[in-house]
């Protein structure tokens, strides 16, 4: 995954190069170097945090757990990224996610730079009393880089609001006198934590699809049933029809999505399909995801797995595999899972024509050009699965300012702010025949290399 955004951000690089347009200024032998600088830095992280954090558990025995704390680039302000808590976490993976955090944030005009952490673990496999050490060995390990104005971690795969109370409160203790309500975001509200924090990853997803589909579309629908485009023709066919729908995954991005798919007024879905780690729950008729939601919370983020337990909670599905939803007769497939879901082993079998990446890197370059050269639309993470990130600055501001907002201010910013993004980047990308995914890099990395053109940093 690392190759595809190296390789479109180096393509958007290259476009910026030949228009002379951009940054006119720089001419000649300037221009070249300038951009040989730009790539440069956007294809390297400015800094790799790396060490062991050594644990002793409740059993008696002392482990040591590799973890990471990556920073991209700093730009465009503090860095900013989750912290997942994941046994597939590896280096190259953390400092990919650091990256598209950079790019992430420049796209929707946030001002954070790009940063990710990890840590080696099945946090399912720890006690409660082990993870808290874990998270406060954490912030002792890398205490020296963190902070409101430097890096300001999140939850990620496999943390939540559990674990950043715990972070926060050790830093607050390591570190006396000084601010320390922004230092980590997605907190629980009764720790200065957001409103609606917890749900803005699944709410961006859903909203963007709804918005490209529903809005943008639908009001162009006389333009677009015209046009060459081969994405614009996708996207017309879908416009005020019924809607088949699948969500791999359901913690907090997959279970929100798939609620809002529910419960949506402006387009018929009809949820039939959801995922997580286990198995695959399939109804032909739709799934009552909110019975599977409550059912979710109340055992671990778990789905039920039995017929008993489907019983219990009087809900009819077919108990199918985990790898099922992906190549299921669907319209519109929602990833809200891990990377690297798409590939080329199953591309050829994807029978989805919207894709929504709630996930990062869920698609890999392989599958994503297959995929587009097909005509399917794939709605990549950089643009759909910034809830997250908006909503933690709204949280970051609401702590160095220690006034609150409503549920409804914060979800009213985090829309109004994703559709500020979506109305400059559908126009492109309905005009255009590339991929929704290369008008994003596009978009970023022009903001980006005059930010850092500005400030100097090309010479």
């Known amino acids: 995954m690392e190759e595809q955004t190296r390789t479109i951000v180096q393509q958007s690089l290259n476009a910026l190069l030949e228009n002379e347009s951009f940054l006119p200024e720089l001419k000649g032998d300037m221009r070249k170097t300038a951009f040989t ?146 230092s980590f975001t997605g907190k629980s509200v009764i720790n200065g934590g957001s409103l609606g924090r917890r749900e803005a990853t699944g709410k961006g997803v859903y909203f963007t699809f709804r918005y490209l589909l529903n809005d943008y579309v639908k009001t162009n629908q006389e333009t677009l049933t015209t046009s060459s485009n081969p994405f614009a023709k996708t996207a017309v066919e879908y416009v005020d029809r019924p809607l088949r729908v699948a969500v791999q995954g359901f913690g907090n991005v997959g279970s929100v999505s798939a609620l809002e798919a529910f419960g949506c007024e402006h387009i018929q879905n009809q949820v039939v399909a959801v995922s997580d780690r286990n198995v695959t729950l399939f109804n032909a008729d739709g799934l009552d995801i909110p019975a599977l939601v409550n059912f979710s919370a109340n055992n671990h983020g778990d789905l039920p797995t039995t017929p008993e337990q489907l019983k219990e909670i009087n809900v009819s599905a077919e108990i199918q595999s985990r790898e099922d939803i992906l190549t299921m007769n669907v319209d519109v497939l929602f990833l809200a899972a891990l990377e690297n879901q798409l590939t080329d082993q199953n591309m050829t079998e994807i029978k989805a024509r919207i894709i929504v990446e709630g996930a990062n890197a869920p698609t890999t370059k392989e599958a994503d050009d297959y995929l587009s050269a097909k005509g399917v639309v794939i709605i990549p993470d950089i643009l759909a699965n910034a809830g997250g990130v908006i909503v933690s600055y709204l949280e970051w501001l609401q702590g160095r300012e220690t006034q609150f907002y409503t549920e409804e201010q914060v979800h009213s910013q985090l829309l109004e702010k994703m559709k500020n993004t979506l109305d400059i980047i559908l126009p492109q990308y309905f005009g255009d025949p590339f991929p929704l995914r290369q008008n994003c890099y596009i978009h970023s990395v022009t903001r980006l290399s005059t930010v850092l053109y500005k400030q100097g940093k090309l010479y």
């Open 37 to 182: 600088s730009l790539s440069a830095i956007l294809s390297t992280p400015n800094q790799i945090h790396k060490s062991f954090l050594r644990i002793p558990l409740e059993a008696g025995e002392v482990i040591r757990i590799p973890s990471y704390r990556v920073h991209h680039n700093d730009a465009l302000g503090p860095y900013k990224g989750g912290i997942r808590f994941h046994e597939s976490v590896n280096e190259e993976e953390v400092v990919n996610l650091a990256f598209l955090m950079t790019l992430k944030n420049s796209l929707h005009n946030v001002p954070f730079g790009g940063g990710k952490g990890g840590i080696i673990i099945d946090p399912k496999a720890f006690s409660e009393q082990e993870l808290q050490r874990i998270c406060i060995k954490y912030v002792r390990y890398f205490n020296n880089v963190l902070g409101p104005d430097k890096d300001i971690p999140a939850p990620d795969v496999g943390s939540g609001e559990r674990e950043m109370d715990w972070m926060m409160a050790e830093y607050k203790k390591i570190n006396p006198g000084q601010p320390y309500l922004g």
